[in-house]
């Protein structure tokens, strides 16, 4: 057998859901300690160990001028980088701020707004430094996961789908929410990967995997707008973890050569 | 669901013979031969000693490597060579990287032939012209081989090859042996490099004057490989010499999957390229041709 | 066997139902869950939605309380017979590299125990034939459909309520069925509770209809399923033959009305996966961890997404337009060249699933008229 390849996992702005879905792969975790030489996880240890390693996964969204500092020397000592989940692929949750004035929103939220330090915006971990694949959600799927590591293992490319919830969703026989429902949902922007989780269990998508390869916002804002919501409901929804009013993610086709 | 494992392909063990198609056959790998910088033709055999199946010109088979994929592939072996087969394969993606990467007595899997040939024997004699750009005379070279046996039921034979650059030309060493058996070769290049003495240009270009006055062009057949712009060009400038459509064949690639007509991806309007090709009529396509993004 | 139409009450439809069930079929049929009608498991004819309704328009399903006490009141829900016969996920084969390179391959041969589907609609069992065609009527036979299909027990109900999206006949078909059951039913509705009238199909159902308590239909009970079929059928009175005028889609290949729709279609892919026949498949393999088996998967896929149509550096369909083109041409059109006859049964689905409410009827009026 020839040397393991070495892993490392990296936290940017984030909130350890992705991490835990490393550890939550426990059957997986076995095989993969067997495959793979885990060098750094921050969720079991707080020392940087310097020196290249072959994959790294990297968690969280850059929101500080350290951050920009450590993409950067992390991405020179990365074979592959790998983004896992919203915060570290479209900015996450904390990415609402940008665009409104960051001091006010420091004031809103601290009672001693001088500790904080901050950029004025959140971004994601591709603005920065190039980004290898990226691992979609909030938190990320752990099928997708074990796929990636399985593919990167076997010298293949990982099977990330590109296209809508609405496949998996009705691949799984749910009955749509927004039609029979009248439920506001955004399968149909929405990457799948996740297995329609959110339909499945009567709820709404809130699109936390990103846009879809070919997003066509307006007529599905429209029919939001028929089911009662507000513009500013509207814009917020679209806006809450990952924005699907954005740009969509390059397409990466597989099958036919 | 249960699974059966099979004793060999084309069996299950409840005795029913399943549809072989369906079932990847392993081969060892035993030959590879570099055509150009990213052209490999692999030669396989099949891993359990038996022969490959029979096969008629341009009929493809779909090559898998382990646990990445399969790709459609034209054999580009010669139909009476019975022992082996070979696939001609340009790096495109992860499945023909890993098929050219395979090493020598390494195993790929095939399943097939599939798919519409050259129609070379349902041919009433005339002339037979063929012409492959880049990679596409991969898919030509069983049905010039064939031709070439059969070279008196023809009147005439000619084999116009193009590519981008004299690096991309494939089967360059057999170009003079198909000439001296009696096809004529032409050879044209976009882009010369600094041993090329021949001509420069695109494939219609070879259709020159003195080409133009020698084919009877009314008794032709023309098979035509190459990317769709090239053949659509090449078409155009054939009609214009009277030339019947439903005397012109083209291989059509599109997603092939299955092979089987069973998954849907390979549609051109109302073509199967898996089921109704690779070869079709021009004059069953032609509404299609020039489509954008059907 | 019973050459003759019967007639039974609910009593004898669930002696049917239990003997279906004493002969090891698993028995399904449309029940209520949640917001809609879909196949469930069904021990008895109170388990089916008694005194529901469905009203459907363009990208709106609900369900309503009915006037009266009728077992199949409701109209094709979101889910086909396909999810039973073509599953959205199915297992091709296993292979297996050993430590020398060696291959060895599993292929997978489904055994499905026996089914019997309840209140499969006319549209429905033309869908099933449309599929048969495609997935095991030419040279290549999928084997977990024909296994699916091979164990399956058909009781039919012949629709009196046709939903607002339905237009079975506007493609020759429907509100009645004339072949494909192994047992139809018309339900009769009245104040004592609803009479069948059951025709056997097959041999197989009709030494079920022997087994149970029936009588002879009366001419009133024939004549009444009579009226109650041209009823349904005048519902749904259709001012254009989309049979006819699907067939001339694919003259229309160029026409400026595919890249407005792609305006307001979604891609979602909704309508493919809601579609009784689209049978379109991506194949998937994949690896263990320990890099020495993989798997090949068939699931579902759809001509909208990017993936479908991907070849060299992309999607040759990279619009919306072209995606809504080439299922529309297909389905209505080019269907015609490939298998013999139209991909369209007029269920409907298609266009009450679509979140906004695309409807192929106007669609496929307006761009066969079209003067491109």
């Given amino acids: 057998m020839h040397q393991r390849p070495t892993l490392a996992v990296w936290k940017f702005a984030s909130c350890d859901g992705c991490q835990l879905t490393i550890l939550n792969c426990e059957t997986e975790l076995l095989a993969i300690a067997d495959r793979v030489d885990i060098r750094w996880f921050p969720e079991a240890t707080s020392t940087m160990i310097p020196g290249p390693v072959d994959v790294s996964f990297v968690e969280g969204s850059v929101t500080t001028d350290h951050d920009v500092e450590r993409i950067h020397e992390i991405r020179s000592q990365s074979g592959l980088l790998i983004t896992i989940g919203a915060c570290a692929t479209g900015g996450g949750v904390q990415a609402l701020r940008n665009g409104v004035d960051t001091g006010d929103v420091i004031k809103t939220v601290y009672a001693d707004p001088h500790y904080i330090s901050t950029l004025d915006t959140s971004t994601p971990i591709a603005s920065h430094v190039p980004v290898d694949i990226e691992l979609q959600g909030c938190p990320i799927d752990k099928g997708q996961l074990l796929e990636t590591i399985a593919a990167l293992l076997s010298g293949r490319p990982p099977r990330l789908p590109q296209s809508s919830v609405c496949l998996e969703c009705k691949a799984a026989a749910q009955t749509c929410v927004m039609v029979a429902g009248a439920t506001p949902c955004l399968g149909p922007l929405t990457m799948a990967g996740c297995g329609a989780l959110c339909p499945v269990v009567g709820r709404g998508c809130y699109g936390c995997f990103g846009p879809m390869e070919n997003p066509n916002p307006a007529p599905l804002v429209s029919r939001f707008e028929q089911l009662g919501m507000s513009h500013g409901q509207r814009t917020r929804f679209l806006r809450s973890v990952c924005d699907l009013a954005g740009q969509p993610s390059p397409t990466t086709g597989s099958a036919h050569e | 669901m249960n699974a059966a494992p099979i004793a060999q392909p084309g069996r299950d063990t409840s005795g029913t013979t399943l549809d072989s198609l369906l079932v990847p056959r392993p081969y060892h790998v035993i030959a590879k031969r570099l055509e150009t910088h990213d052209v490999t033709t692999l030669h396989v055999v099949p891993c359990d000693g038996g022969r490959p199946p029979s096969f008629k010109p341009a009929q493809v088979g779909m090559v898998g490597a382990f646990g990445v994929g399969e790709a459609a592939l034209s054999i580009s072996s010669e139909v009476h060579q019975l022992s082996q087969h070979s696939y001609t394969i340009r790096r495109a993606g992860p499945i023909t990287n890993a098929l050219i990467d395979t090493p020598i007595g390494g195993t790929v899997t095939v399943r097939g032939p599939f798919g519409r040939p050259w129609p070379i024997d349902d041919l009433d004699g005339g002339s037979l012209v063929i012409f492959g750009g880049g990679l596409g005379l991969a898919p030509l070279r069983a049905v010039i081989h064939e031709a070439l046996r059969r070279r008196s039921d023809f009147t005439d034979l000619r084999v116009l090859i193009g590519a981008r650059t004299p690096r991309d030309l494939i089967f360059r060493d057999e170009y003079a042996a198909w000439d001296e058996r009696g096809a004529h070769v032409a050879v044209i290049v976009d882009n010369r490099d600094d041993d090329w003495a021949g001509p420069i240009g695109m494939i219609p270009d070879l259709l020159d004057d003195q080409t133009r006055a020698e084919v009877d062009w009314v008794t032709a057949h023309v098979m035509i490989c190459g990317p769709d712009p090239m053949m659509a060009s090449v078409s155009k400038r054939l009609t214009g010499l009277g030339v019947e459509t439903s005397r012109i064949w083209w291989t059509m690639e599109r997603n092939m999957q299955c092979g089987n007509a069973l998954c849907g991806h390979c549609q051109f309007g109302p073509i199967i390229v898996c089921r109704d090709g690779p070869v079709v009529n021009l004059a069953d396509i032609e509404p299609y041709v020039g489509i954008e993004e059907l | ?372």
Avoid at chain 3, 76 to 98: A, F
Avoid at chain 3, 235 to 245: F, N, Q, S
Avoid at chain 3, 272 to 286: K, N, R
């Fill in chain 3, 1 to 372: 066997m019973y050459r003759s139409p019967r007639s039974f009450a609910a009593a004898s439809g669930n002696a049917m139902l239990a003997l279906l069930a004493e002969q090891g079929f698993e028995v399904i049929g449309p029940r209520r869950i949640d917001e809609a009608i879909v196949y469930a498991p069904l021990g008895t004819f109170d388990d089916l939605p008694i005194g529901v309704t469905d009203r459907q328009m363009p990208g709106r399903y609900s369900l309503h309380d009915s006037d009266r006490r009728s077992y199949f009141d409701a109209a094709v829900g979101p889910h086909s017979v396909k999810h039973h016969l073509h599953p959205s996920s199915s297992t091709v084969w296993d292979i297996t590299r050993s430590d020398d390179g060696a291959l060895s391959i599993e292929m997978h041969r489904p055994e499905p125990a026996p089914l019997a589907v309840i209140g499969v609609r006319p549209c429905d069992l033309v869908a099933l034939e449309k599929q048969d065609r495609v997935l095991m009527g030419g040279p290549h036979i999928n084997p977990v459909y024909a296994a699916n299909r091979r164990r399956l027990f058909i009781v039919a109900v012949n629709c009196n309520h046709p939903s607002g999206t339905c237009f079975c006949t506007a493609m020759g078909n429907g509100p009645t069925a004339v072949r494909g059951f192994d047992i139809l039913l018309t339900e009769l509705p009245g104040d004592e509770g609803s009479e069948f009238v059951a025709t056997a199909g097959t041999d197989a159902g009709g030494r079920l209809l022997e087994s149970i308590d029936t009588d002879a239909a009366t001419p009133e009970q024939l004549e009444r399923a009579a009226e109650l079929a041209a009823a349904a059928a005048d519902e749904m009175r259709a001012e254009v033959d989309l049979l006819e005028a699907g067939t001339h889609l694919k003259e229309h290949l160029d026409s400026e009305m595919w890249a407005e729709i792609g305006e307001r279609c979604l891609a979602c892919a909704n309508c493919t996966m809601s579609c009784p026949t689209c049978f379109c498949t991506d194949l998937i393999d994949t690896t263990s961890i320990a890099s020495v088996s993989s798997r090949r998967t068939r699931v579902w896929d759809s001509c909208f997404t990017g993936s479908f149509s991907h070849m060299g550096p992309g999607p040759v369909r990279g619009s919306i337009g072209s995606r809504y083109r080439q299922w529309l041409v297909h389905k209505f059109s080019t269907w015609h060249d490939q298998f013999g006859e139209s991909g369209c049964v007029g269920c409907g689905r298609c266009i009450t699933w679509c979140p906004v409410g695309i409807d192929v009827r106007r669609e496929v009026a307006r761009i066969s008229r079209s003067g491109t």
